[in-house]
């Protein structure tokens, strides 16, 4: 049989070439990508390949017979490129559910139908009407006219390829990165021969248009295009249905390696992690600032996870890295997946709790439900002289003092059966053999642990500070009361024994005696006031203020005291409201140097509250006492002379009422206290 040159030989024969090596390629790295796609792709390429070979051969025939024989292969090619395509397409995007049987079905029944036809019944008459071999350019070529048959099946391809087409286009928007220019360079390869086949038959390419079928010599040039996205994009290595559904809404870092060891994909979070992680490079060169990355790449073990430093300009960065093989156990390895998630700030929060428990003053241990240690902070061996790691695994009780060990029990039983902290105060023995004292706290470490976690502060040196504070303070009250009155009385018969001239000397050592003993007597109430455990009462300020105004009448009759209070006034204060009234009344008198004090005690109601004030026409109190009041506190040069300001605030305070001292015109002092209605007042 006598062959034809044609110009188009050479491309078909190329592309037959491409495709049945992207076919072979396909076949031999069957372990890598998922099933239905490389199958797919496997089946476009031989279909691509048989109908490339195919039309070379029926291009290069000189005779009819010879060319309608071809021309079956050609036919069979192109029915198995109709079905092989869009089952390729399906996959790439993760439609495979399109995939199953039924549905498959339908993309089988055309194509299978027409390669059944032209195999038995054949093109002519079925699809060709009168062909026969015409000249077209030096050589010959098959002329026919279409039948309805060929016309149809030809609107099938038209229309499943622009479904196909339709699909690829919106993955080539919808997607970034890597999958985007895979599923362009697909789109471009998909319309290409189209295209050219619609322009051939429209007689716009080609001096043969009309007799030349340009879809398959198109394959001569998309098959560089697949070259290009089989190799660079690696598009059989790793589906983009995992960016799809994964990379797209991760905010941690993802990088795909293949089974080489190369990098294959990321995602923009990874990519920032990681600048060298670029396409196609090696995993030692990707993560040459975390060996360990690369090691686990390369490593044939699977699923690990494991943690890394990785250095900043400012700061390091602290991630957990989770090392997954993408086929999985039991198979050839296809390539591997890291998810890096960055963990600095909890990492960061974790080291400064770490830090905080460390140099806490306190002993912080938390103990499981059996009673043992599960860990101690290392302030415990500078508090008492253990070392935690002596420590842990021992049961609590034993460092407790065996006089408290009973109430150190029924109070960490209690932790563990109710929500609210435990407190108690015990003795913890020291390395030493020595105790000191603690005030514990008790509590949960969460509602659903079987663990307590127990804060201790070492109180020994506070404890015995108060302790001495408090004798000191009994002490010099007791003599300091008992010496004035010594003094008073020897005063007194002193007066038998001096003339008039002597008489105001003794009148000043009465006053100063009146008043240490006035200082004895506030310095015990104070001492009642911080000590005590006095609760909020409801009080009638009116009545409270009344009686007190005609105790200090008749204790200092020369003295002249008005009083304006409402019928009632119920406020919510301490219980020790009185003393604290009582002082600032006295003091209004005490420290009045007149010969006839002036004293002036008012209740209002004001707004929610009621205000009590007391004026006096006294010297005033000076600024200076004024000022180390209201800072709360004393210096060896500044000091308060009356303790009863002192009393009054931290009452006033306790009561949840607030207190102010002004200067009153032209001369005196007026002290304001504001102090909370009672509930039935405010009704």
Request: charged letters at 25%; hydrophobic letters at 45%.
């Amino acid at each position: 049989m006598a062959w034809q040159p044609t110009p188009y030989t050479a491309p078909l024969l190329l592309a037959a070439v491409a495709s049945f090596g992207f076919a072979a390629y396909g076949a031999a790295n069957r372990s890598r990508g998922g099933h239905a796609l490389l199958w797919s792709f496997v089946a476009v390429a031989v279909a691509a390949g048989v109908w490339s070979l195919a039309y070379a051969a029926q291009l290069s025939a000189t005779a009819l017979g010879p060319t309608l024989f071809f021309n079956r292969f050609v036919w069979l090619g192109s029915a198995g490129l109709a079905v092989a395509w869009p089952a390729f397409v399906l996959s790439y995007v993760d439609r495979t559910a399109w995939l199953g049987r039924r549905r498959f079905a339908l993309l089988w029944i055309v194509p299978v139908a027409v390669a059944v036809a032209v195999w038995t019944a054949g093109v002519d008459p079925l699809f060709y009407a009168d062909p026969s071999l015409v000249d077209a350019g030096g050589y010959r070529v098959l002329s026919y006219t279409p039948t309805p048959a060929l016309l149809g099946f030809v609107g099938y391809t038209y229309a499943v390829n622009l479904f196909t087409f339709a699909v690829l286009g919106y993955a080539t928007v919808s997607r970034d990165g890597v999958f985007r220019r895979q599923a362009a360079v697909l789109f471009v390869a998909a319309v290409a021969p189209m295209a050219l086949s619609a322009a051939g038959i429209a007689g716009v390419v080609g001096p043969d248009a009309g007799f030349v079928d340009f879809t398959p010599i198109a394959f001569s040039g998309t098959s560089a295009l697949l070259a290009w996205v089989v190799f660079r994009y690696r598009l059989l290595d790793v589906s983009p249905i995992a960016r799809d559904a994964v990379f797209a809404n991760l905010s941690d870092g993802v990088v795909v390696c293949d089974a080489d060891g190369r990098v294959v994909d990321t995602n923009d979070p990874a990519e920032a992690l990681f600048p060298d992680a670029a396409l196609g490079a090696r995993a030692d060169e990707a993560f040459d600032d975390v060996p360990a990355v690369a090691d686990a790449v390369t490593d044939s073990a699977a699923d690990d996870e494991f943690r890394v430093t990785l250095d900043g300009d400012s700061a390091p960065r602290f991630l957990t890295v989770d090392v997954h093989d993408i086929t999985g156990p039991g198979t050839t390895r296809g390539g591997t997946v890291l998810l890096f998630r960055d963990v600095t700030e909890r990492e960061t929060l974790q080291r400064r709790y770490r830090a905080l428990i460390e140099k806490s003053p306190n002993v912080i241990a938390v103990c499981g439900d059996d009673g043992l240690l599960r860990y101690v902070s290392p302030s415990i061996e500078r508090l008492l002289g253990h070392r935690p790691t002596e420590i842990e695994g021992r049961p609590i009780i034993d460092l407790v003092h065996p006089e408290d060990r009973r109430e150190a029990q029924q109070a960490f039983d209690r932790a563990f059966d109710s929500a609210e902290p435990q407190s108690l105060t015990h003795r913890i023995a020291r390395a030493d053999g020595s105790w000191r004292r603690f005030e514990t706290v008790i509590e949960r470490l969460f509602a659903d642990a079987g663990e307590v976690v127990i804060t201790a502060t070492d109180v020994t040196d506070a404890r015995r500070y108060e302790q001495r504070l408090q004798v000191l303070n009994r002490v010099l009250r007791h003599d300091l009361k008992n010496d004035t009155n010594v003094i008073g009385g020897y005063a007194d018969l002193l007066r038998d024994h001096v003339d008039e001239e002597g008489d105001p000397y003794l009148d000043i050592i009465d006053r100063k005696v009146r008043t240490l003993t006035h200082l004895s007597d506030q310095a015990r109430e104070i001492d009642v006031a911080l000590h005590s455990d006095a609760g909020r009462a409801e009080i009638d300020l009116s009545e409270l203020v009344e009686r007190l105004c005609v105790s200090l009448s008749s204790s200092f009759p020369e003295a002249t005291v008005t009083v304006s209070v409402p019928e009632s006034a119920l406020v919510s204060a301490d219980e020790l409201l009185e003393s604290a009234v009582r002082n600032v009344l006295e003091n209004a008198v005490v420290h009045n140097d007149g010969d006839d004090p002036r004293v002036e005690a008012t209740v209002v109601a004001d707004g929610d509250r009621f205000r009590l004030d007391v004026a006096d026409d006294g010297p005033g109190i000076p600024p200076v006492e004024r000022t180390v009041f209201s800072e709360a506190r004393e210096t060896a040069l500044e000091h308060a002379s009356g303790l009863g300001l002192w009393l009054v605030h931290w009452i006033v305070t306790e009561s949840g009422g607030d207190m102010e001292i002004d200067t009153r015109e032209p001369t005196g002092t007026v002290v304001r206290m504001w102090l909370p209605r009672a509930a039935e007042a405010r009704e």
